[in-house]
């Protein structure tokens, strides 16, 4: 069976990334794990552009009036809780507002 051809991407890297890429065994390897994963961390909202459109603000916005932000004392993972699930929480959760 023919192997599926691979396509070449080229990035520019600083002197110090270049210096930590080159101790690694299997350069490759080791930069499309890197890129998988964070593929795998993308925001589900911005699609990791880091802002908003208009209208995902304005959807945003009508989201967070009913969803807080929890940070876990424990493990301090930051999640979203909607205000109608909430009843008095383990003290191991402290509780902000959304934007």
């Known amino acids: 069976m023919p192997r599926k051809k691979q396509e070449i991407i ?3 890297v600083d002197a110090s990334l270049m210096k930590a890429l080159e101790a690694m065994p299997n350069r490759s390897e080791f ?3 890197a890129i998988l994963s964070a593929m795998n961390n993308v925001c589900p909202l911005c ?3 880091g802002y908003l459109t208009p ?3 304005r959807h945003w ?3 967070s ?3 807080v932000l929890e940070k876990c004392d424990e493990c301090e ?6 205000e109608s699930e909430r009843a008095p929480r383990p003290k191991r959760y402290t509780s902000r507002k959304i934007l």
């Open 55 to 57: 209208d995902q603000r």
């Open 77 to 82: 993972a930051v999640h979203l809780v909607c």
């Open 31 to 33: 930069i499309r794990a």
């Open 65 to 67: 009036a009913h969803h």
């Open 10 to 12: 080229t990035f520019k």
């Open 61 to 63: 916005d009508e989201f």
């Open 47 to 49: 699609s990791g552009t």
